[in-house]
């Protein structure tokens, strides 16, 4: 409703309204992380506070930030105004005189970069830097779990081989299980498989399950049952391990899609793949005509604490149509290529 609101009342433009809608979304992240019980009606000013100290930490520019910050503003006098919300983290104009002001949008490159195509993510997919085709492999499956199933950088590197031959067994016939991985995977007939994420790997330590594509599992069940099996310690659970055995961690998963995303000359975080994820998925289940089918998926699969966060992804679907692949199959939207 914000968002039309802007669109209908103040003549925003495509660019202005995709600014403000991600600013506010980051924000609601945000808060969802250092506040989870508490929903964004009771944010307050030091929460807005926190929320300029980390978009600074994460090497914004100060035209950013300040887009940012305006973005928050300018919801939250739009929800003061409809009886959403009491109290303001802050005024939007200090001296009560008049709407919130415009602010000028980014160009619409820098505004469109925090989520990826599919021809974006293929681009920085062809750009990881590596000699060794083995680690190239790992970090490439890497990304496409981010990508194609939307998990966080620690989830990625918690990934658990015990529970995906769970998730696998769960759904061959008996006879398959207890067979390699692989043989057992063979006896399957899914489109998509239920997996247990390690609680330790989640945000909050909550845990969780999520839906990985058939297009995602075959390429990593491939991966514990081949090149895996030549790093040492291969008899560790985690799936994604260094040459030593040991997991890989979040900083350098994230280095690793950062500088794939510099070469590829884009702008955008391993995090963007989860914003990717979102708006493609709901983009596809819209095509079908089942928007509301959507959301649901999109937040027991993205494990939202709040709908709120979740509903910011359908205004952005709205607004990245134009930049989304909308034509794909389900399955595919889920798992992107083989």
Same mark, same amino acid.
């Given at each position: ?34 506040? =989870? ?44 105004? %409809? ?187 391993? %995090? ?18 089942? =928007? ?47």
């Amino acid at each position: 409703m914000w968002v039309l609101a802007g669109v209908r009342e103040r003549s925003y433009s495509l660019n202005t309204v995709e600014a403000y809608a991600t600013g506010l979304l980051l924000f609601l992240n945000s808060q969802e992380v250092a506040a =989870p019980n508490i929903g964004w009606q009771r944010a307050t000013k030091d929460d807005v506070v926190r929320f300029k100290r980390e978009l600074a930490a994460r090497g914004n520019d100060a035209d950013t930030i300040a887009l940012r910050l305006a973005a928050v503003e300018n919801f939250y006098a739009w929800a003061e105004t %409809h009886g959403f919300v009491r109290v303001r983290p802050f005024k939007v104009n200090p001296k009560g005189e008049g709407p919130a002001p415009v602010v000028k949008a980014p160009p619409s490159t820098r505004a469109r970069k925090e989520v990826f195509t599919e021809e974006q993510f293929e681009r920085i997919r062809a750009c990881i830097v590596m000699d060794d085709p083995i680690l190239r492999r790992r970090v490439d499956l890497m990304f496409r779990w981010g990508w194609g199933v939307g998990l966080r950088e620690a989830e990625v590197c918690g990934l658990s081989v015990r529970n995906l031959r769970r998730s696998v067994e769960a759904e061959a016939p008996p006879r398959a299980r207890g067979r390699s991985l692989g043989e057992a995977f063979a006896a399957t007939a899914a489109e998509g498989f239920v997996l247990d994420l390690v609680p330790a790997a989640t945000k909050g330590a909550k845990g969780g399950a999520v839906l990985v594509p058939r297009a995602l599992m075959k390429p990593t069940v491939e991966w514990i049952d081949g090149s895996r099996t030549e790093f040492a310690r291969a008899d560790a659970d985690w799936v994604f391990v260094t040459e030593g055995g040991r997991p890989l961690t979040p900083e350098t998963l994230g280095r690793y899609f950062l500088a794939a995303v510099k070469a590829a000359k884009e702008v955008g975080s391993f %995090h963007s793949l989860r914003h990717s994820y979102a708006t493609r998925v709901l983009s596809e289940f819209n095509r079908l005509g089942h =928007p509301e089918l959507g959301a649901l998926f999109v937040q027991k699969q993205l494990r939202h604490a709040y709908r709120e966060t979740t509903e910011q992804y359908t205004h952005m679907v709205h607004m990245r149509d134009h930049a989304i692949t909308a034509g794909m199959a389900v399955n595919r939207a889920f798992g992107g290529r083989n």
